[in-house]
């Protein structure tokens, strides 16, 4: 299976930007749908933007307009460009397989943490 490495995140103040990054240990073509998930203190993890091998794309309601994600297939590499954070960003991030692909048994990652200041 692929392994993913989460990298990028850091302290930001409100307003700042972060870019975020996932390597993968092997090709990532094959697989159609890659996403960023995030996990706050006490909340469940969740979705916050998917990518088809396509270049569809979705997003959270609350990232929508502020958070940019994309994929390099050749580079097997996916990022997550965020803009105007907010406070309410603050969590660990997580990147893995798209929401459907998901199974009780897929593993995730040390993810990055992404704390950002009022």
């Known amino acids: 299976q692929v392994q993913l490495v989460e990298s990028g995140g850091g302290l930001v103040q409100a307003g700042g930007s972060l870019r975020l990054s996932c390597a993968a240990s092997?090709?990532?073509?094959?697989?159609?749908?890659m996403g960023w998930y995030r996990q706050a203190p006490g909340k469940q993890r969740e979705l916050v933007a998917a990518?088809?091998?396509?270049?569809?794309?979705t997003y959270a309601d609350s990232v929508k307009g502020r958070f940019t994600i994309s994929r390099d297939d050749v580079k097997n590499t996916v990022y997550l460009q965020m803009n105007s954070l907010k406070p309410e960003d603050t969590a660990v991030y997580y990147c893995?397989?798209?929401?459907?692909?998901?199974?009780?048994?897929?593993?995730w990652g040390p993810g990055t943490q992404v704390t950002v200041s009022s």
């Open positions: 893995n397989v798209g929401p459907t692909l998901l199974r009780r048994f897929t593993t």
């Open positions: 092997r090709s990532i073509f094959s697989i159609n749908v």
């Open positions: 990518i088809s091998n396509g270049g569809a794309t």
